[in-house]
């Protein structure tokens, strides 16, 4: 029996996600084409826009233990498919897509969709012991779910440990069939993912996973120490960092292009704990989509992303003939250690003589604010007739969230007198249960979690000022339970505590609208009158700002059990993170679905 899947047909076999410590192949990523195929039946589409329904092809790729280098160093690493970065899926708005993740390293796996809503479908989401128990060693699991109203770029990475730094890749979400772009449709596509490289290994050190020991090892000496991690050695644009001085041998990416056609860059920050500058000498970007939600166009020439965060761009190719290049840099405005190492490609008109010269282009400071401001502050909602910005004009709960450091206990960490580095919300460090909080809660579990997490912090003081005297966290498992189509607003409060930072907060099973922004602390009387709105950008995953606020709405129309968190990894293993429990609805469509008979175990 074939089951027909978006402009797909499938027969039997689904999807499928193969791990194994196996040597990276590096591939371009140019749009749809057989070429991205990987194992499995899934979708292709090769002209973007087909005329009829096409079959799938099936695709086997086999991995093996082998070696890769990066920096000149070698090792082998965990991957999908043996291809770093992963594969890319391609799908339409309103397919329903199934992916059969097959374990085969000795880690426990997840894989979130990063930005799906997961509408009823929480069990898909990916996060572990947050709505599934990971996939251990030897097992499989399918992740069934249905890309309702989305289109765009988006990334899919692994939510366990820091397994993310290798194990990543993008979704694309193309257009129902027959709907044009609201902009001049480009070219040619091509995925641009941004990363990091860490090739040394001890316990603090923690980027792109180039680890010589292992990770759960490594991860939990790093607790144990109490000591920060170090800084990645340098930054990847499609898994290449270009060049690196003292390693001549290292290549970079190359994006080829045609004089005078347009191309749409899917560009995608799969970093673990740094944002980024993206640039290409003498050339104009022009922005259309951010987190698979289009905005009004503008041209820039340099864009700010955050780990987690996707900006699709029109990169008309109108220079001169020859090549340009392109590079990703470090974004940081506070007084923190980053890697200063400047990830290059080139772009290379097709014309080109092979020993032109290649155009360079100045590289913004690492505390370049704004620089990063004046991309975010030109970001608003497409708001057309067609894709409305749906923004809660009132809100039924108003909460505000301190994100930022502190301290906890730490008996084991002599280095630090006793204490390790924490992050908190609202003074909350969460710890991470052993059952799947969604499970606790669809199956009434006791004792897995409790469901008073703090509205406001415990006490206020000058979150951008001076630091209380008591930097002591509090720990706990804790969510906060909002009725369903509830309206909500979180006004997330960056603070000073141990330093301040800019936290990328990504929410899980929803959009959000970007109402408000700021320096300093929030004025709950003063602020609320700026806001926008009327074409607020709707994104997945926002920045709070350092030493300032941002304030996001939402309607609480999807039923299940959804994290919110700091897409910095090492903020969120220190426990910058916190669940929503949207309660069920009264209507047949208004409640969480069952869960999957093959949902792993515990």
């Known amino acids: 029996m074939k089951k027909q899947l978006g402009h797909a047909l499938f027969s039997g076999n689904n999807l499928f996600f193969v791990f194994s410590d196996a040597a990276p ?13 990987f194992s499995g039946k899934f ?8 005329a009829k329904e096409v079959k799938p092809i099936a695709r086997l790729h086999k991995v093996v233990m082998k070696k890769t280098t990066r920096l000149c160093s070698s090792k082998p690493i965990v991957t999908v498919n043996g291809r770093f970065p992963g594969p890319t899926i391609y799908a339409r708005e309103d397919d329903t897509v199934l992916v059969n993740v097959v374990n085969h390293v000795k880690y426990n796996v997840s894989i979130h969709w990063h930005g799906i809503r997961q509408f009823r479908t929480g069990w898909a989401d990916g996060p572990a012991y947050i709505t599934q128990c990971p996939i251990q060693p030897g097992q ?16 899919w990475h692994a939510h366990i440990l820091w397994l993310r730094a290798t194990v990543h890749g993008a979704i694309v979400i193309l257009p129902k069939l027959g709907v044009p772009y609201p902009f001049l449709k480009p070219h040619k596509e091509i995925v641009i993912i941004l990363g990091e490289l860490k090739i040394y290994a001890s316990f603090f ?4 996973e180039w680890w010589k020991s292992d990770i759960e090892a490594v991860i939990d000496e790093a607790l144990k120490s109490g000591m920060a991690p170090n800084v990645s050695d340098a930054h990847t644009i499609n898994g290449l960092p270009g060049f690196v001085p003292n390693c001549p041998s290292q290549g970079g990416f190359t994006l080829k292009v045609k ?10 920050n799969a970093g673990l704990n740094e944002e980024l500058f993206f640039k290409i000498a003498r050339h104009k970007l022009t922005v259309v989509e951010v987190d698979a939600t289009y905005i009004k166009p503008f041209q820039i020439d340099t864009i700010e992303i955050a780990p987690g965060q996707t900006t ?3 990169l008309k190719a109108d220079q001169c003939p020859g090549k340009y290049v392109v590079t990703a840099s470090p974004f940081l405005d506070t007084p923190v250690e980053v890697d200063n190492m400047t990830a290059t490609a080139t772009l290379h008109y097709s014309s080109t003589v092979a020993n032109s010269p290649t155009t360079f282009t100045s590289i913004p400071p690492t505390n370049a604010t704004p620089i990063a401001n004046k991309f975010i502050e030109s970001l608003r909602s497409l708001n057309s007739k067609t894709y409305p910005a749906k923004v809660p004009l009132f809100v039924d709960y108003s909460l505000f969230f301190t994100v930022g450091l502190g301290f906890f206990p730490c008996p084991t960490c002599k280095a630090t007198n006793g204490i390790r580095a924490a992050a908190d919300i609202n003074n909350v460090t969460f710890v991470m249960p052993t059952t799947a909080l969604l499970q606790a809660h669809y199956f009434n579990i006791k004792g897995v979690f409790t469901d008073d997490f703090p509205g ?5 003081f000058n979150y951008t000022g001076d630091p209380p005297k008591n930097f002591q966290t509090t720990a706990g498992t804790k969510v906060y339970r909002l009725p369903y189509d509830s309206m909500v607003q979180v006004v997330l409060q960056g603070t000073t505590v141990l330093g301040p930072e800019n936290h990328p907060i990504h929410l899980h099973g929803f959009n959000f609208f970007v109402v408000g922004r700021g320096l300093g602390n929030y004025n709950p009387k003063k602020d609320p009158k700026r806001f926008n709105l009327v ?4 994104r997945n995953t926002i920045g709070v700002p350092s030493r300032g606020w941002v304030a996001i709405r939402f309607r609480a129309d999807n039923p299940g059990v959804w994290f919110l968190h700091c897409h910095l990894e090492v903020h969120t293993t220190w426990g910058l993170k916190m669940a929503f429990l949207v309660e069920n609805g009264k209507g047949p469509n208004e409640c969480l679905l069952a869960p999957p008979k093959d949902l792993p175990k515990c």
Not at 44 to 49: A, L, M, R, S, Y
Not at 205 to 208: A, P, V
């Open 25 to 37: 192949v590096v591939h371009e990523e140019t749009g749809p084409s057989e070429a991205n195929l």
């Open 43 to 50: 979708l292709i589409d090769p002209k973007q826009v087909p």
């Open 140 to 155: 499989n699991f399918v992740y069934n779910f249905t890309i309702s109203g989305q289109r765009g770029t988006l990334l």
């Open 205 to 208: 050190h923690t980027s792109w």
């Open 259 to 268: 004089s005078g056609k347009a191309y749409m860059l899917r560009i995608i």
């Open 312 to 314: 699709s761009a029109i």
């Open 456 to 460: 406001y912090p415990p006490f206020v």
């Open 535 to 538: 074409d607020p950008v709707e």
